[in-house]
């Protein structure tokens, strides 16, 4: 039988087992659709980057960095210090601390409204900041319009993980999951090209890359208007005869009354949770919460956001010019695209913890690498990087980005998307995106500032964080490939060697429902 996400541990039902689901063309246009949210979100995250290596924008909003930045005469560790502003550092973390606010309210809305409705506010969200941001006159103006797309980001990274959830299949989960990443990684190469011309435009190239990002947000919420909401959402909000007519055109099939009933009777199982943060504090559901959280925490220890915020401002601080720097964030760009999509083909045939496992290695020898190439270059203070070692360290890093992309990347989302039953699922998903986010915060507002006082040491700094996480992963993390989601808490945690002394019998009693 072909299952899809939508609720909690249900015992089988006598009923037939010939389904005629299918992969049908609603169900890939509606996650492509949704999706799309992840354009935003990547473009937030490269763009920011490359504006704040724009002299013209220095020169408006941050005049001591681009002071420090025309002059010639620096000693090594000044150039690793040319953009260790707190305010600058704030115009990239801003975003992410109102996203942390904004998730708890996105916490209320996905329940009570609607994973759809829930996801057109990040759309209206995204699109007033854009304009802000685009328009501004002052820094006021300027961290007004970051704030308001954090709210967006709060919004979407709550809403969307779980509609792609609930919609896809079991079989295909893991790669209609990751949708939303590899939308995100091909926002961040949008970014990077954008910002590669808009840099050749004075006085207000500035301006055209923060309005250019008005693109995925218009594609946003259009699409999150025009597409149903999840039959889980709509039940679940006593919607019935309307859930059960999008789940028909979801499967293209009439034939739906097994997987109606399982999400019924989820349903009526998280209706009876009236406090879900309270009930997502007890013991039984420990395991998915404290996997979540660890996730959201290791994926920020990566290091991947302090290179994918700031790369145009590391390359001109290990040497490179303007323009390079900015290509060079355009070549990690597009290996990011490429290697998340071989992450959607490898996360359902490979399994999340043989990508995890691999992608450790894989980053902590490309970390330690580019620890060795810096050091020798301060060692040897030969100025500024020769095309050769400039060469070395965007290979280096570009295979460092190409593990996290097929690895902790995607995977940081989907797996707590799956991990949580329907009674504590949007509340487990506001935990993850609030863990999320507020560990980007600390690494956008430190990242720069680490920079200038570690030098070099940043990459060794993280390579010690990938070992920690790698051996976490190999003895805690189970997987979960191809497990209906409803069922992962009887064939997952309560089989791991660790988890199942946390899972007990003593939940709402499971009943046999009968369909309308």
Excluded at 223 to 246: F, H, M, N, Y
Excluded at 436 to 465: D, E, R
Aim: charged content about 15%; overall charge positive.
């Amino acid at each position: 039988m072909w299952r899809r996400g939508g609720g909690c541990p249900v015992e089988p039902l006598e009923v037939s087992m010939d389904s005629e689901a299918k992969i049908t063309p609603i169900l890939i246009i509606s996650c492509l659709m949704v999706a799309t949210a992840g354009l935003m979100f990547g473009y937030d995250v490269g763009n920011s980057g490359g504006v704040t290596s724009m002299d013209d924008f220095l020169k408006k909003f941050f005049y001591s960095v681009y002071v420090r930045k025309i002059k010639h005469n620096y000693v090594e560790k000044s150039k690793y210090c040319i953009f260790n502003s707190q305010t600058l550092q704030l115009f990239t973390s801003s975003l992410y601390l109102a996203g942390i606010i904004a998730t708890f309210f996105a916490s209320y809305t996905t329940r009570h409204l609607g994973r759809k409705l829930t996801i057109v506010a990040a759309g209206f969200f995204f699109i007033i900041g854009v304009v802000f941001g685009a328009a501004a006159q002052n820094l006021a103006m300027l961290i007004i319009g970051r704030i308001l797309l954090g709210c967006g980001v709060g919004f979407a990274n709550q809403a969307v993980p779980l509609f792609l959830s609930e919609v896809a299949p079991a079989k295909i989960r893991g790669g209609l999951n990751i949708l939303f990443q590899l939308n995100v990684t091909v926002g961040i190469l949008f970014a990077a090209l954008v910002n590669y011309g808009a840099a050749k435009i004075h006085p207000w190239g500035w301006r055209l890359s923060l309005g250019a990002a008005g693109i995925p947000a218009f594609v946003l919420t259009l699409g999150a208007l025009v597409v149903d909401d999840t039959p889980t959402s709509l039940i679940e909000r006593g919607c019935l005869q309307e859930g059960k007519a999008v789940l028909k055109k979801l499967c293209g099939t009439d034939n739906i009354e097994s997987e109606l009933k399982e999400i019924i009777e989820a349903t009526r199982v998280a209706q009876q949770v009236k406090r879900p943060f309270r009930e997502l504090l007890k013991r039984h559901n420990r395991p998915p919460l404290v996997i979540a959280i660890f996730l959201q925490i290791f994926q920020q220890l990566t290091g991947i956001n302090a290179i994918m915020f700031y790369s145009p401002v590391l390359f001109i601080s290990f040497g490179l010019g303007n323009d390079a720097s900015l290509y060079a964030a355009v070549i990690l760009g597009s290996v990011n695209v490429l290697a998340t999509l071989v992450s959607i083909y490898a996360v359902d045939q490979a399994g999340r913890r043989l990508l995890l496992l691999e992608a450790g290695v894989q980053m902590f020898v490309s970390l330690i690498m580019i620890t060795v190439v810096l050091r020798w270059h301060v060692i040897d203070k030969s100025g500024d990087l020769s095309h050769g070692t400039a060469l070395i360290l965007v290979v280096l890093i570009c295979t460092y980005v190409a593990a996290f992309a097929w690895s902790w990347g995607p995977l940081g989302w989907l797996i707590p998307s799956e991990a949580f039953q329907l009674e504590t699922r949007s509340a487990g998903q506001s935990v993850t995106v609030c863990v999320n986010l507020m560990f980007t915060f600390l690494i956008a507002q430190a990242s720069l500032s680490m920079l200038c006082h570690l030098q070099y040491g940043i990459f060794a700094f993280f390579s010690g964080w990938v070992v920690v996480m790698t051996v976490f992963v190999y003895f805690f993390l189970p997987e979960t490939e191809n497990v209906p989601i409803e069922e992962i808490s009887d064939k997952v945690w309560k089989n791991h060697w660790f988890w199942k002394r946390f899972i007990d019998d003593d939940r709402i009693p499971k009943t046999i429902v009968t369909v309308p």
